[in-house]
């Protein structure tokens, strides 16, 4: 196991005081701080190897162009891909999914046709099936949750029909924790001939992610939550279903080429990465997966397994909380709400005591209503929390309970 205190000492960020308080950081799902490794090397990535990739003949476009690509290449190690190709760089999660929503409408749906989400869904894997629903006049189907916060499997397995297309489900709820089955999920799917895409947002910084095992067609996830940069992401798609679908953008690097006449598209993955990429940034990135595996997978779930179990019997002694997300397969996510507080006066006491936990509807404003909630408060723990951490947060919320209790 790693040892925690020196571990810290990587993420400089975690040293300072708030308000004269040391720093307590419970905001993991909205994004992970990062070690120095991946800062540095985003410095050194501009400092020497930077200059734009592809078709540059000079040995600098070279050296980037090996690095942006190696980078595609840890990637596809990371998540047990076949081929590099099958790995598209994007901007996040959000721009991922936009990209299959309109690619796969365009190509594939027509009125009628049927997409299922589910309740638990965080916006952005809505809001752009709700675009394309509009524009193609088709319907979304929502499985609905149980009172644990576990997808009601019996109700995912009556969506489907004969017009059902396609299935964008969470793989790990950013409010609620919830770990979804997703082998079955998919396997039903599949039964069905329908494809799957997967958010793997809040998945892949917590479990191993292997696509080929879960047989998934579409995967998606943020660099900036798993301690590597802001505006990288990733889409990995099956190498068949990613040739069938039509470019997202046009532009540069996409392209094979170009007249006024005709212009032919480029192959995987460059046909869906148009305009020049964060090529330094996809090479943090791949600096801060090596930074987890050196650290050990299966080590940081156990840490972060135990934060959430130790947090979870620490805010049950308080009482008067109430927990969403009761599964027994959860990530280390808890999301309460302290009697009849509003979850923002919560957030902000704790906010005056050096404490960062997030607040509000967490961009899944379909689950608060399922929930019957306006918002709550949120704790999400990383590789670096502490269970003393997780003690100033209790004593944080004893102090918010007695000051409301007058
Ligand atoms: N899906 C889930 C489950 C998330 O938690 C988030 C981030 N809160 C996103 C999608 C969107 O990620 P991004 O903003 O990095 O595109």
């Known amino acids: 196991m790693f040892e925690i205190q020196t571990l810290r000492k990587d993420f400089p960020i975690l040293q300072q005081t708030i308000y004269a308080k040391p720093l307590v950081y419970f905001d993991n799902a909205a994004t992970t701080q990062k070690p120095r490794p991946v800062v540095e090397k985003i410095k050194q990535g501009y400092y020497n190897v ?9 040995y600098l476009s070279q050296a980037a162009t090996e690095a942006h690509e ?5 990637v596809r190690d990371f998540l047990g891909a076949r081929f590099a190709h099958e790995i598209i760089f994007t901007r996040g999660t959000t721009e991922a999914i936009n990209l299959i929503a309109s690619s796969f409408a365009e190509k594939f749906l027509t009125e009628g046709d049927e997409v299922i989400l589910s309740e638990m869904e965080h916006h952005s894997n809505i809001v752009p099936w709700q675009i394309q629903a509009a524009r193609k006049n088709l319907t979304l189907k929502v499985v609905p949750i149980d009172e644990t916060g576990a997808l009601d499997l019996e109700a995912y397995r009556r969506l489907f029909s004969e017009r059902t297309r396609l299935v964008s489900l969470t793989h790990v709820s950013n409010v609620l924790g919830t770990i979804n089955p997703v082998e079955t999920l998919i396997a039903i799917a599949h039964s069905h001939q329908v494809p799957v895409l997967l958010d793997g947002a809040q998945a892949v910084p917590h479990l191993g992610v292997d696509v080929r095992a879960l047989d998934v067609d579409f995967y998606a996830f943020s660099a900036h939550k798993i301690y590597g940069p802001t505006g990288i ?44 990429p964060d090529y330094i940034g996809t090479t943090a990135l791949a600096e801060a997966l090596a930074y987890i595996e050196q650290l050990g997978r299966a080590d940081i779930a156990a840490h972060e397994q135990e934060l ?19 599964t027994e397969r959860k990530s280390s996510v808890v999301s309460f709400l302290l009697e009849d507080i509003h979850p923002y006066d919560t957030g902000l006491l704790l906010d005056q005591l050096g404490i960062a936990v997030r607040t509000g ?14 918002g709550t408060v949120r704790a999400s723990f990383a590789l670096y929390n502490t269970k003393e951490e997780i003690d100033v947060f209790i004593d944080g919320i004893k102090q918010v309970r007695t000051l409301f209790k007058r």
């Open 50 to 58: 930077n200059a734009n990739i592809h078709r540059g003949v000079h």
């Open 233 to 276: 992401g990733v889409l990995y798609g099956k190498e068949k279903r990613l040739e069938e679908l039509p470019p997202y953008q046009g532009g540069g690097e996409m392209i094979a080429s170009v007249s006024f006449d005709k212009t032919t598209f480029n192959d995987l993955p460059f046909k869906f990465e148009a305009g020049t």
């Open 361 to 374: 509807h967490h961009c899944a404003q379909p689950l608060m209503k399922a929930l019957g909630v306006e």
């Open 308 to 326: 959430l179990r130790y947090a979870t019997g620490r805010l049950q002694e308080v009482g008067g909380v109430r927990i969403f997300g009761r």
């Open 70 to 74: 190696a980078a595609r290449g840890a």
